[in-house]
C-alpha cells in the first residue's frame, strides 16, 4: 500500500508547515496490514500513540541506561532517555520543517529492544546466541513494534507505518536485512532513510552525550577538571564562570551542559540545512536516493563532538565502577539463559508453551528465540529477582 490519505484537519494543518524534503504522510509506504485512516490524528502521530501504550515502553522505566537501576533515583533510565532523545529530535525538526510526530515516533521507540543493564546485557545477550543468529538490540526494536507486542486483535504487533519502522532499524547486517524484506532494503541498496530517521539517530547521540556528562559527574566518576580536558566543556565551562562566577557547581554544570547541547543542535541545524539546500532534495524519495546522510554536523562540530564521546568512552563508559556492574549484569543474563535453555520449566507458562512450540518447528535456534525475547524484555530489577529465585545467590 502506497499513501495514506490526509484524514483530518490536523494533518492539514501540520502539511502546512512541513517541507517538501519532509515526510508527508501522503507519500508514505504505509503499514504492513492494511488499516482505515485515523480518524483523529494523523498517522504518525497514532504510531507514537501505539509506541507509548505499548508494554515495551513502560517497561523502559525500570532499565539501565548507564547506572544500573538501583543505584539511584536520579540518574537517567532508558524511559526519561528516549524521552530527551524525542525532545532533542522534536525541537530540530521543528526547525528544519520535518515531520515531528515521525521523529517523535522513532525517538520514543529507538531503544524499545533494549535487555536489561543496557550494553553489557546485549553482549552477554548476544554471546549466548551465537549459533542462532545472535542479539542485536536494534533489531530487537523492530522485533518488538513488528511482532512481540500483542494488543490487537487484527494483527501481531503494533502495525507501525512504514517510516517509522525504517528508522527504528538504524542497522543491520546483509544476512538480516535479505530477511527483512521491504524495511532491509535500504541496507542492501545502501540508500538513505528520512530525514526523520536521520535526525533521530543524531538525537539520541546529542541526548546520551549531554546527559552521560551529568550522570557521570553525579555518580562522581568522572570530574570537573578532568572534563576540561575536552574542548567543548573548557569552552562553554569558562564563560559559563565568567558570566556567573558566584554560580553553585551544579547549577554551574546544568548550564554548562545546556550550553553544549544547543550548541551541537544549533550547529546540527545550520550544518543539515544547507546539506538539504546544496543536495536540492525536494521529496522523501530524492532524500532516501541522496548520496549520503544530510543532517549532520558541521565538520569542526563533529570533531568536536567526537572528542567529546571519545572522553567519555575512555572515562566514563570503561570507569572500574562502570565494569565491575557490567561484569554482574553478565553474569545474570549468562545464568538465566543457561538455565531456561535447559530447562523451560523454569520459565513462566506462557514463554514456556512459545519455547517448546518454536523447538518442535525450528529446533534449538526456535527455543533460543523464544528465551532471547523473554529475557531481552526483562526490566533490570526483574532479572535481577528471577536470577535470585533459580540461583539463590546475591549478585548485586
Ligand atoms: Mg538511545
Do not use: W
Not at 536489561?116 to 530487537?140: K, S, T, V, W
Not at 501481531?156 to 527483512?180: D, V, W
Not at 545474570?332 to 530447562?343: E, G
Amino acid at each position: 500500500m502506497r499513501g495514506i490519505p490526509a484524514s483530518d484537519p490536523v494533518h492539514k494543518v501540520q502539511s502546512t508547515i512541513l517541507a517538501p524534503y519532509g515526510a508527508h504522510e501522503s507519500d508514505s509506504r504505509g503499514r504492513m496490514h492494511a488499516e482505515a485512516p485515523a480518524s483523529h490524528r494523523g498517522e504518525y502521530r497514532r504510531d507514537r500513540e501505539r509506541i507509548i501504550h505499548s508494554t515495551a515502553f513502560r517497561r523502559l522505566e525500570y532499565k539501565t541506561q548507564l547506572f544500573v537501576n538501583h543505584e539511584g533515583d536520579l540518574y537517567r533510565t532508558r524511559l526519561t532517555h528516549s524521552i530527551e532523545v524525542a525532545q532533542v529530535a522534536r525541537s530540530i525538526a521543528y526547525r528544519l520543517g520535518l515531520n515531528e510526530p515521525l521523529c517523535e515516533a522513532i525517538a520514543l521507540a529507538h531503544d524499545l529492544g533494549h535487555t536489561p543493564f543496557g550494553h553489557a546485557g546485549q553482549d552477554a545477550l548476544n554471546r549466548c546466541m551465537q549459533a542462532h543468529g545472535g542479539f542485536e538490540h536494534n533489531l530487537q526494536s523492530l522485533r518488538v513494534v513488528d511482532c512481540l507486542e500483542l494488543k490487537y486483535p487484527q494483527f501481531p504487533g503494533l502495525n507501525l507505518t512504514f517510516e517509522t519502522r525504517e528508522g527504528i532499524l538504524k542497522h543491520c547486517s546483509k544476512k538480516n536485512a535479505r530477511a527483512l524484506g521491504s524495511v532491509g532494503q535500504r541496507f542492501l541498496e545502501r540508500t538513505q532513510p528520512s530525514l526523520e530517521a536521520q535526525l533521530a539517530n543524531i538525537a539520541d547521540e546529542i541526548a546520551y552525550t549531554s546527559h552521560d556528562i551529568d550522570d557521570g559527574l553525579r555518580a562522581n566518576l568522572i570530574t570537573v577538571s578532568k572534563l576540561r580536558e575536552v574542548e567543548l566543556f573548557d569552552q562553554h565551562i569558562d564563560a559559563v564562570e565568567h558570566e556567573f562566577p558566584q554560580l553553585g557547581r551544579r547549577q554551574k554544570t546544568y548550564e554548562t551542559i545546556r550550553r553544549i547541547r544547543n550548541r551541537l543542535v544549533a550547529d546540527l541545524i545550520t550544518a543539515s540545512q544547507a546539506a538539504i539546500d546544496e543536495a536540492r532534495v525536494g521529496s522523501l524519495d530524492e532524500v532516501r536516493a541522496a548520496p549520503g546522510s544530510l543532517i549532520r554536523f558541521s565538520e569542526p562540530m563533529r570533531e568536536k563532538n567526537q572528542a567529546l564521546k571519545n572522553f567519555l568512552r575512555e572515562h566514563l563508559y570503561r570507569h572500574e565502577r562502570v565494569h565491575r556492574m557490567n561484569r554482574k549484569a553478565a553474569k545474570v543474563v549468562a545464568d538465566l539463559y543457561a538455565a531456561f535453555f535447559r530447562d523451560a520449566r523454569l520459565m513462566p507458562d506462557e514463554y514456556r508453551g512459545m519455547a517448546n512450540e518454536a523447538a518442535g518447528r525450528d529446533g534449538d535456534s526456535g527455543r533460543a528465540r523464544v528465551i532471547s525475547d523473554y529475557i531481552s524484555g526483562m526490566t533490570d530489577r526483574y532479572a535481577i529477582a528471577e536470577h535470585r529465585r533459580i540461583f539463590n545467590e546475591k549478585i548485586f
